[in-house]
């Protein structure tokens, strides 16, 4: 059996990651260890988490790093990888939120697959099916699949119209994903510096451009909640864009930053296409917060400063 560590962090929300914690604790194949990235660290707020692992509370062990401040959930999952796979009794790492609760057999589910046995091109990253337990148990985001024959990317909304299959090949994932020191050895981490927002794209492409599949295992679910106002959905030269309205002017921020820093990992040798595309991406923006979030100054102001910073690579924050 594989050994797993799980990571996740933290951030003054004590009540989800004592939750989350439960959830682990309850799974009938509980990791072998947790890692929490602190972004609160010197607050006190995990005191008593800690009090309950050294009283021998939890069926793994826990580490609770002190991070340098607060990192953003990018700086927490790139500090708790390292961490993790520094111990080499870890075989492969669970990402997770701290407001994302496995059901009891989900990582149980995910181990069901392994190498050799049912079809998956190994090594892969396996994923949970992330879905909103209040909405039904709907997708929490769109999940986009891979179709094996002609390489087509097909974005599913809804969790009644993914095909009934035990795993299904996706375009990447990292909410939820088990990737396993095989890929982890063989690629980069995630950019410490993406802060929130966007910061989950990253991930799953450095390890699809590096050739490694990920699939979803449609029996292991992860419960998270969906954005509060939902997704919009454009679809503009072939490709599917999705915009949070409501989503406040900081968020957008790092979000239209982020896209734009990608860029440059996708297309390092094409600088007046990037420049292009992040142009468009700013007027498409503009035209969404128009059309749903009336008129809005400082979110106007958030995505030109957000495009034209991460074009040029640089990661700073909206009051750098």
Not at 233 to 243: C, H, I, P, T
Not at 265 to 294: E, M, N, Q, T
């Amino acid at each position: 059996m594989e050994r797993i560590c799980a990571i996740f962090s933290h951030y003054r929300r004590i009540s989800l990651t004592e939750m989350c914690l439960q959830k682990l604790a309850q799974q009938t194949v509980p990791p072998h260890r947790v890692v929490v990235a602190d972004n609160g660290a010197g607050d006190g707020s995990l005191d008593g988490v800690k009090e309950q692992a050294a009283a021998g509370a939890y069926p793994f062990m826990l580490e609770i790093i002190d991070m340098p401040g607060n990192t953003g959930n990018a700086g927490g999952i790139a500090r708790g990888l390292e961490r993790a796979f520094s111990f080499p009794d870890v075989d492969a790492v669970w990402i997770l939120d701290d407001d994302s609760w496995p059901e009891p057999d989900a990582l149980a589910c995910l181990l069901s697959h392994g190498p050799g046995t049912d079809g998956m091109e190994w090594p892969c990253v396996r994923v949970c099916k992330v879905v909103d337990l209040k909405q039904g148990g709907e997708l929490s985001w769109p999940m986009v699949l891979l179709d094996e024959k002609d390489g087509r990317r097909i974005h599913v909304t809804r969790g009644d119209a993914l095909p009934e299959a035990p795993f299904l090949l996706t375009g990447g994932a990292f909410l939820g994903a088990l990737v396993p020191r095989e890929i982890h050895d063989k690629v980069r981490g995630p950019t410490a510096g993406l802060f929130i927002r966007g910061e989950d794209e990253e991930y799953p492409w450095i390890i699809s451009r590096a050739g490694f599949r990920t699939y979803l295992v449609s029996g292991s679910i992860l419960h998270h909640p969906r954005p509060a106002t939902g997704l919009v959905r454009v679809e503009l030269a072939g490709k599917a864009f999705y915009y949070e309205p409501g989503l406040d002017a900081r968020r957008l921020y790092y979000k239209v930053r982020n896209w734009a820093w990608l860029q440059r990992l996708k297309h390092p040798d094409s600088p007046l296409f990037r420049w292009a595309a992040c142009a468009g991406y700013a007027a498409l923006c503009g035209v969404l917060i128009a059309v749903y979030d009336a008129w809005s100054p400082s979110k106007f102001r958030s995505v030109c400063r957000g495009v034209y910073r991460g074009a040029c690579g640089r990661l700073a924050g909206p009051d750098e």
